[in-house]
């Protein structure tokens, strides 16, 4: 079996999540249901970024140690994942004594091999982005992700010889093309990091104590960067390289990762596998962020709820769908409300739930529930069936290509054609002739199959929804490949009663 192996960036630990951060994680999620539906072994790992000075200084404010401080608020986090119906396979930790032992191994191995050596870090740090600075990167003075002030640090350091893998890394960029997407993300890492010349960077800190301690060097802590892109192979039992998941799983094929953090994904992360002597993931994919009013979500504006608050009021599937039909993959987007509700109810309670519960409603009227085709075929049915036969591969094409809102769209418009073809074929004059009979159960087998093979194609995006469908159907044709042939749906089936999958939202209403 072919095997998938996707991440998501570790989190820090948050009481304050937003709409913002559920992106990510939603998106990585719809890519590994989409690979498990379709044959593969997926591994698909989240977790939490726990060290760092930021939750040292949080956790002194709230009065607890650290670890206190955050094994309080990891729970938010899953419970939020949970809420999102996030179906990953393993959850690290970056406070696991597992991840630990292994990455104070990882900086060992990397001192003893002479690539990271002592000496002294004078320059500028931003404490919430955990990020060093040179002068010419600020821009206006301030930090260049997130615009805050940034301060002079000097202490004793290790540093990591990131300049002596400059070649090879940009070999490995040559020769991987896909490596860094979207495109204009790798010229950025060229023009902006590479071509200037990479500096050799700090990769531990004496200033603070949260973090892992330098295994040969107590009063060091191990820079959190280095400590969190560890994650990606210290969860697969790294450093132990015969173990199991790790031969299995190992290269990654696929980190996800906000535009912010591209950087150390791809030239800190495969310098240090370089170092490791390890192979390289496959690719690293930099989308772009939810934005609202044109600007970042931020607690400090305070323009955001709790994602469970839209989740309550409109379920979690309209949250789920907004996230991965709305925004081009890779570009920013904008949030908001009254674009959820609009989406609910244009494609979720108008093209997908009314289209399901009128198709369901009729076979239970005109047919007492049970499923027949009389094969009555016309000429009219063509377009469609043939529609419904291209969409298995459109939609494989498009989430290959990492196009997830365009997957979405060529299965919505399926489901556009189907509510035309009820249109056309108008099976309430159909049901009023006896003759008509026949025509009328071709018609609406042809709605209900079509409806399936799109339910299951929806899946990796709106499971729930999907899952629902399938039930009302009471189809046990539900396979992927299932999804290939017009027709697979069983004749004599009784259908369940319908429900209405989404109700329409009334906007003013929410005002
Ligand atoms: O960066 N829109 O963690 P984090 C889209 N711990 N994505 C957003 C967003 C927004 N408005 N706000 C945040 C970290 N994100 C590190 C990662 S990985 C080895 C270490 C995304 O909690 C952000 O881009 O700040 C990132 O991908 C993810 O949320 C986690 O961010």
């Known amino acids: 079996m072919k095997k998938f192996y996707i991440t998501t960036p570790i989190y820090y630990p948050s009481a304050d999540f937003h709409i913002g951060h559920c992106y990510t994680t939603i998106i990585a999620d719809a890519i590994a249901r989409y690979k498990r539906l379709t044959g593969y072994d997926v591994f698909f790992q989240t977790g939490t970024d726990e060290h760092g000075e930021k939750i040292e200084k949080k956790a002194m404010e709230a009065g607890v140690t650290p670890k206190e401080f955050v094994d309080k608020i990891i729970e938010n986090s899953k419970d939020l994942w949970k809420s999102l119906d996030i179906s990953y396979d393993y959850f690290i930790r970056t406070t696991d004594k597992k991840h630990e032992e292994a990455v104070q191994k990882i900086f060992k191995k990397l001192y003893d091999q002479g690539d990271i050596y002592k000496g002294e870090y004078k320059g500028l740090y931003c404490v919430p982005c955990e990020s060093f600075w040179t002068d010419s990167q600020l821009v206006d003075g301030k930090c260049p992700d997130c615009g805050r002030e940034v301060k002079e640090v000097s202490e004793e350091s290790y540093f990591f010889k990131l300049s002596k893998y400059q070649d090879r890394l940009v070999k490995f960029y040559d020769d991987n093309p896909n490596f860094i997407l979207p495109l204009s993300r790798k010229n950025e ?187 009555k075929t016309e000429d009219i049915d063509r377009d469609l069936v043939d529609s419904v036969l291209d969409l298995k591969n459109k939609v494989e094409d498009k989430m290959n290509g990492l196009k997830i809102n365009e997957a979405i769209i060529e299965i919505m418009e399926v489901l556009k054609k189907c509510n035309k073809y009820i249109d056309d074929t108008t099976p309430w004059i159909l049901a009023k002739d006896e003759t008509k009979k026949e025509r009328l159960s071709t018609v609406l087998y042809n709605i209900l199959e079509s409806v399936r093979i799109c339910a299951i194609l929806l899946s990796p995006f709106i499971p729930t929804t999907s899952s629902k469908i399938l039930n009302q159907i009471n189809t046990k044709k539900v396979s992927y490949d299932s999804t290939a042939n017009f027709g697979a749906l069983e004749l004599g089936i009784l259908l369940n009663k319908p429900e209405i999958l989404f109700a329409r939202i009334d906007m003013d209403s929410k005002k």
């Not at 535009?259 to 370089?274: C, G």
């Not at 996230?323 to 509700?341: C, M, Q, T, Y």
């Open 189 to 375: 890492m060229i023009n902006n990091f590479i071509k200037p010349g990479l500096e050799d960077l700090c990769v531990s800190r004496t200033s603070f104590k949260w973090g892992i301690p330098v295994s040969f060097d107590e009063k060091h802590v191990v820079y959190v960067w280095i400590d969190a892109l560890s994650n990606y192979i210290t969860s697969l039992g790294y450093p132990d390289e015969s173990s199991e998941e790790f031969k299995k799983y190992w290269p990654a094929d696929l980190h996800l990762v906000g535009k912010e953090i591209v950087r150390f994904h791809t030239i800190i992360w495969p310098i240090m596998l370089m170092a490791l002597d390890l192979p390289l993931p496959h690719q690293v994919f930099g989308h772009g962020w939810l934005i609202i009013d044109g600007g970042k979500i931020s607690k400090s504006l305070g323009n955001y709820k709790d994602p469970r608050e839209y989740i309550n009021s409109y379920g979690v599937d309209a949250v789920r769908y907004y996230a991965l039909r709305e925004v081009p993959f890779g570009s920013d987007g904008n949030f908001s409300e009254e674009a959820l509700i609009s989406r609910i109810n244009t494609d979720l309670a108008n093209i997908l739930g009314n289209l399901v519960n009128r198709t369901i409603s009729m076979i239970h009227k005109y047919f007492d529930g049970t499923l027949i085709n009389n094969d």
